[in-house]
């Protein structure tokens, strides 16, 4: 039987125990106040980072060498920072020219600015623990004031530490963002790791939040973690031996149980591979909302990071991608169902292909496999399906046009999510090999590619609509999966016409008027920061502030939540209410951001199912970056103990 796939999605096949998908409800959800101006990032670099986050070496520029200073002469006394622990300097060795030198900071001291200095920021994760020197060792949380170790209170930042810690201890399969079934209430004892069909996007999210907190304290910690990320999600890529094509999720098999049971060997969408010397096994058909996350991520940690090894392998990963989507492909096989004159028809032609990444794995009889519309309505030219190339194509009707008999009548399907992941694409490749001369090839084929389309591409952005306010907000997360991009777009261009024209005429007046009133501070903190000055006033950042505040600790269990009678129902959506629930007293879900504000109850609740925290994370240091929010813990720091 040929293998079914919602064009843009994925195979849905039961995951780990069928018994589970009706505890699994809302999580599978995939699709897709201080501070001079709070409302507006006016002052945001080209890189994109904020002009108040500290920064190694002065600032990254966009592919920028970190070490090439290195090489060439130096000044006696002249400091630089390798990374957070580790500064160079400039030394007068006897003979010869002055060279550098590098050495590890001191206890509690670290490389922030251009040499090392003391400092209060986070050297690892609460609760993590070691062996140092033949003693056993705990994170714990200092302050300054008191000179020693103290609880965690109840603000902001300590709330995102206690998730930060959660999700890494407890919400990571093989490194990868998962929502983990536990065997009862008290979450000691792991059964299966859910949702990792979707783990490609979550954990992109969690790595822009992580580089978002680097570029803000640039914590050790954080350094540490977002390199860790940006090897995990490279390997996303490497697993499948496709260019540009990406995994969802791996993991190895033969050794922990949890990892093999996410292996489904009858499910079409998962493949047994070996990967770095050991039985693995691959999620693929991997959909476009994968790459939303992804990209958004290691666009972010390369402007985090100055290790130049891992700001390679983000070069690497985002680079192959953009060759791949803009080589323009001829002859390609194509099969294509499509019905005319209420018949179906199946032909096997050859089209002529751009913006697509080919997966042979998924193709049907070494062909691309196109339907043209569904069962149900042939017209429904949106819903087609596609196997066998992951497409980005911001004008679905440059395929459909191709079909013979039908491609003349067929109207023009403008896609604006796909515009903005395809130009946030290509602009994330550009920035990654600025100033790198051994990317100055590839990078003109891409901006002379970029340059040519991105007009016509905002054209389809400017269309960019959501109608299922209409419809109870059945499907949200289509809403988060272009948020993704379009904040690193516009937070990438440089242009000031194509910037004010994105801001204003995409940001300004399509997406952020169907969300204002949402209560979400993903959404918000995006619009505020890369929309135009004023486009939310200071009361409303202070609220979204508010809102933030009030998410819930960790465990983030799916437990039952009733807020019936505490909110107007809607007597058009069954279980909905009118107005949007408060942060604190919402329906716990996987990405609280992507999901129905509405909804007034937990469906099928199972307390012992555990989210991760990655969307307070991404929106609290989100906020940090960009002064909507200051350090409401200020000197305390994560720190060994003893």
Known sequence: MRPSSPLGSVVWTPLLLVGLVALVGLAGGCPDNAGDDPTNDSGTSTDGASGDALSPDGGNSDGGDSDASTTGPCTVGEHQCVDTEHERVCQDTGGGEPTWTEQACGTYSYCLVDHCE??????????DTRSSSGQDQTCRLYSEASQGFVAPGSGTHDLARLHGAWTRQNNLANGYICTTLYSDTTHTTPTAYLGTVDAAEWTGTYLAAESLRLMTTRSPDAEASVERLVERIHELFEITGQPGYMARVWAPLGGDP??????????????????????AFYHAWTSRDMYSGALLGLSLAYDALTSEAHRELIRDAVVTLALELIEQRTGVPVTVRFNFMGSWQEQTLTFDLEHVVLVPEEMVNGAVYVQVGTEADPSDYNSSELLGAREFFPDFSAMLSQVPLLGSLIPAVPRPGSAMMLAHFLRAALQVTEGVPGRAGERALIDAHYQANINDWVAVMEQYAYHNDTECWKQTFGITIAYHPIYGLIRLVTDPTLRSTLQQQVLATKMWPIVATHKNPYFAYVASSQGPSGLLTSGEIQAIGDQLGQFVPPPKAHALVDNTGSYPADPECPGQTTVPIDVGTRVPTDFLWQHNPFVLTTLNPAPQMVYPGTDYLLAYWMARHYGYLTDDAPGTCLRWDP
Not at 118 to 127: K, R, S, T, V
Not at 259 to 270: F, L, R
């Open 118 to 127: 003391e400092a209060c920021i986070d050297e690892c994760e609460l609760g």
């Open 258 to 279: 949890l990892y093999d049971a996410m292996y489904d060997a009858g499910d079409p969408s998962h493949f047994q591979t070996t990967f770095g010397g050991q039985s």
